[in-house]
């Protein structure tokens, strides 16, 4: 249809470039915005003491001892970030075939949180993962026997990991197995403990895709990763069956949503924010990140300038927010303006 059909008018009656012509114009016609209370910034956690990491594959990214965790998410809520997402580097010595270091009510994750909220208190959110890669053996975010993910024994120990970080202070539990029916077990286990207020961010639409090597290095669960995800997580050429997922979800008990990966699936955000209007939220992963660094630091575009655009295109899809390595330097950017 023609602009002038339409009844939106025509050239050079209408010239889209007037409202662009300056600053104060386009900021005032701007469709979406993007502040610092949209971002939570994930960390990863050592063992140790002003320990420090660089992760090789996310240049810029570095695994933190827990007394620089809680020093970090100082710096987040300084900078008016909303929460932190908190994933441990488990030693080699601690993952089994049965993940029971997930259940160690002093583990990594434990003493990292009760350490922030001791610190920082309610004056910043702590996201924990729920899943077994980081302390399976395996490396898969479920149990394994004879080659096979199992689906219900596994729920059954994601229910036992979802309390121990909830009794440890965690705010929001963000399940990101893609098992069957975890929401509803985990909601109710929560539920029956006394923890009905804590949170369920559900990683609901999570694929199984190539851009999670940087993190798998980074938690140390790509190393001993025995075959892939593709029987739990989600096949890339499908959208309808996101939708189903979510609304699974949903019904389950989810207070917000994850879409993850974020920038190769702005289709599978709008879509769930168009079906649902639940808060949703993009997951920017490793190698979303890692790819803009490299082009960055080969010269080949302007990194903050891809960062900052990238983070905007999750708003202008329908993202509520963006868990976002860039978090900070975004939010640092965000505060400048």
Not at 223 to 239: C, E, F, H, I, R
Not at 262 to 271: A, E, T, V
């Amino acid at each position: 249809m023609s602009t002038s059909s339409s009844g939106l008018g025509a050239f050079p009656n209408v010239r889209m470039r007037r409202n662009r012509a300056h600053s104060w114009s386009r900021r005032l016609v701007r469709e979406n915005a993007l502040s610092p209370n949209d971002l939570i910034w994930p960390l990863f956690i050592i063992d140790g003491e002003s320990q420090r990491q660089a992760v090789s594959s996310m240049p810029g990214v570095e695994r933190l001892s827990i007394d620089l965790i809680v020093k970090a998410a100082g710096d987040a809520k300084a900078l008016g970030i909303p929460a932190i997402a908190v994933f441990p580097n488990t030693a080699p010595a601690d993952k089994t075939p049965d993940a029971k270091e997930a259940l160690n009510a002093d583990n990594m994750v434990c003493r990292a949180v009760r350490a922030i909220k001791d610190a920082h208190g309610d004056d910043i959110g702590v996201i924990c993962d729920v899943a077994l890669d980081p302390y399976n053996s395996d490396g898969h975010d479920g149990l394994v026997r004879d080659g096979k993910i199992l689906n219900d024994e596994t729920v059954d120990v994601l229910c036992q990991q979802a309390i121990v970080q909830a009794r440890a202070g965690c705010d929001v539990l963000a399940p990101s197995d893609m098992m069957d029916g975890r929401i509803k077990s985990i909601r109710e286990a929560l539920d029956a403990e006394g923890f009905q207020n804590v949170q369920l961010m559900s990683y609901a639409a999570k694929y199984a895709s190539g851009f999670y090597g940087p993190f798998r290095d980074a938690v140390g669960s790509g190393g001993v990763l025995t075959g892939d995800k593709k029987t739990y997580q989600m096949d890339p050429a499908n959208s309808d069956e996101a939708l189903r997922e979510v609304a699974l979800d949903i019904a389950e008990g989810a207070d917000m949503l994850i879409v993850k990966p974020g920038m190769p699936y702005l289709d599978i955000l709008r879509r769930v924010k168009d079906a649902f209007a639940m808060p949703t939220y993009a997951y920017q992963v490793s190698g979303e990140y890692a790819m803009i660094e490299a082009a960055a630091q080969n010269g080949w575009l302007n990194g903050e300038a891809a960062m900052m655009e990238s983070l905007m295109a999750f708003k202008r899809a329908g993202a509520d927010g963006v868990l976002s390595y860039y978090a900070p330097r975004a939010a640092r950017l965000l505060n400048d303006t």
